[in-house]
Nanobody
């Protein structure tokens, strides 16, 4: 069973920065991790989970309109990790953030992290 462990969440002031990290462990090699699309989702209290940023196995990144220009997703295939750099955070960025990976080819498979809380204080 592949496990995704997120870290880096916490309390940050409005306008500040935070960096979330997600590391994959278990039966997933570096070579396998390369073919996964990776993403960060978030879910605020009382709201549906939404896609914040994604990064394909080919390197194409997409962002939620409200975070475009403020957030940046990156990956390190050797470390089997995915990061989300969050700059100029706003109160509406407060949510539980989840890491997600999904195979881009072959047999379908995807995994979720347990989530990390981000709270932005005004």
């Amino acid at each position: 069973q592949v496990q995704l462990v997120e870290s880096g969440g916490g309390l940050v002031q409005s306008g500040g920065s935070l960096r979330l990290s997600c590391v994959a462990s278990g039966p997933i090699s570096k070579a396998s991790f390369k073919i996964y699309n990776v993403a960060w989702y978030r879910q605020a209290t009382g709201k549906q989970r939404e896609l914040v940023a994604s990064l394909s196995s080919g390197g194409a990144a997409e962002y939620l309109a409200s975070v475009q220009g403020r957030f940046a997703i990156s990956r390190d295939n050797d470390k089997k990790s995915v990061d989300l750099q969050m700059n100029s955070v706003k109160s509406e960025d407060s949510a539980v953030y989840y890491c997600h990976i999904a195979r881009s080819t072959g047999r379908a498979a995807d995994w979720w992290g347990q989530g990390t809380q981000v709270t932005v204080s005004s």
